[in-house]
């Protein structure tokens, strides 16, 4: 007789005491996934062992092609998206059914990771019984791995037969391919044809999910001034100079937009001197700076994080006013560029947490909440926010993504793959 695993015994005695008020098919569903937890675990080791960051084209193909035999075993068609070779990105993996019956879902998740091949190698290494590390473990392909488990153990049921489900699993999240109106395009045109969207970032524990992302977009601030001997700063033949113009301008945006809820302004790059050279695309440049010369020119570049679209554009209205106020001798010009747009919280979101939270009281782990937009950046899901009802953030747990030592947490994942599965379930039977 083989033998069940210590954590898996336990998990089958945890989910036939607390469960009660799941349907049977639902209690099925939860033994399957138990009872699979080593193949589940396997999957995800054999996945973060291949180096896939964002530029790592062929590694990013490898890690699509192994899920691209777990969705033909989950009854999936599958096809790869090709981007144009201008944009350098290995491109996306979407798996599709068509039914009939309830909601049209759309799953994003994302086969890329931080870790380019030219950074130290971090395996899949179990830590102990309830924690592994390796690189992308919790960012994304935990979450990925999720995601497969819970349609495999659908499948396993016949309970996808008349599902409409298109998994979109895309090939440079962490650096999307530019202009993203080529990189994106094909994604949210699927998108348009669902009406939920869910996405399987990294979950902050059991009990929260994200109904609300920030967006992110960027600003460029040129300042040029006049130019002269130090000894004539501050008058009115010779001005201020371009350091204090900018020093200025900065002071205000800390000052104007520090305070005001989700939104955040980060200057990242400054540049200025008696000479300089700025290179935009390597977004890097040197300076060169006599103390006896007024400065004439400054670039900075930083970005803007909103939870709106209308905060958004009311900084920007802000930012804009206090670069016209230009110190004697000076001239500024700042432009934006748009980046990842927001996930606004919206009731169509909210009544998807309503779903959710009945589910895991209904699975006896608690109650679910919409967690802090505030606490997660932009992500792929924004781009679909605007048109389909959204929920991200059911994704593996862990702590360090993106860094080394990034960790997922085994302990919680077997819930976590539960919680999508019967959530999949209930709105592929909801009308």
Request: glycine letters at 10%; aromatic letters at 6%.
């Amino acid at each position: 007789m083989k033998k069940i695993p210590g954590l898996v015994t336990a998990l089958l005695i945890c989910n036939t005491i607390f469960s009660q008020n799941l349907s049977d098919t639902e209690k099925k569903l939860i033994t399957y996934i138990n009872q699979h937890l080593s193949q589940t675990e396997q999957l995800l080791a054999d996945v973060v062992n291949i180096n896939s960051g964002t530029l790592n084209k062929e590694g990013v193909k490898k890690v699509g092609a192994v899920f691209t035999k777990e969705f033909t075993k989950a009854g999936f068609t599958t096809e790869w998206v090709a981007l144009p070779d201008s944009l350098n990105r290995a491109g996306h993996l979407v798996a599709t059914r068509k039914g009939k019956k309830g909601k049209r879902i759309f799953i994003i998740g994302h086969l890329d990771t931080v870790f380019e091949p030219d950074m130290p190698f971090s395996p899949y290494t179990k830590l102990n019984d309830s924690t592994a590390t390796g690189q992308g473990a919790n960012d994304m392909k935990g979450g990925d791995v999720i995601v497969i488990t819970a349609l495999q153990a659908l499948q396993s049921m016949g309970l996808l037969n008349d599902a409409t489900i298109t998994v979109y699993f895309t090939g440079d999240e962490e650096k999307a391919g530019i202009p993203s109106s080529v990189s994106r395009k094909d994604f949210i045109e699927r998108a348009k044809n669902s009406e939920v969207a869910l996405g399987f970032e990294g979950a902050q524990g059991l009990h929260t999910v994200a109904t609300a992302r920030r967006g992110a977009s960027s600003w460029d601030l040129t300042v040029t001034a006049k130019t002269g001997h130090s000894s004539g700063v501050f008058s009115n033949g010779a001005g201020y100079g371009a350091i204090y113009e900018a020093a200025r301008i900065l002071n205000q945006f800390q000052e104007e937009l520090s305070t005001e809820k989700y939104l955040t302004c980060n200057p990242g790059l400054i540049i200025g001197g008696s000479d300089m050279q700025y290179d935009e695309k390597k977004a890097k440049g040197e300076a060169i700076g006599k103390t006896n010369i007024i400065s004439p020119g400054v670039v900075v570049t930083g970005d803007l994080r909103f939870l709106t679209e209308s905060q958004k554009e009311s900084a920007r209205e802000k930012m804009r006013t206090i670069v016209m106020k230009n110190l004697n001798g000076t001239h500024a010009e700042i432009k934006f560029r748009d980046g990842i747009p927001s996930m606004e919280p919206t009731e169509g979101n909210n009544r998807l947490v309503k779903i959710i939270d009945q589910a895991t009281k209904d699975m006896g782990i608690g109650d679910t909440q919409a967690g802090d937009p505030g606490s997660r950046g932009a992500g792929d899901i924004s781009y679909v926010a605007k048109y389909v009802d959204c929920i991200d953030g059911l994704g593996a747990s862990g702590r360090g993504a993106h860094a080394p030592g990034e960790t997922i947490d085994l302990k919680e994942l077997p819930f976590l793959i539960q919680r999508a599965a019967i959530l999949i379930y209930r709105l592929t039977n909801t009308e």
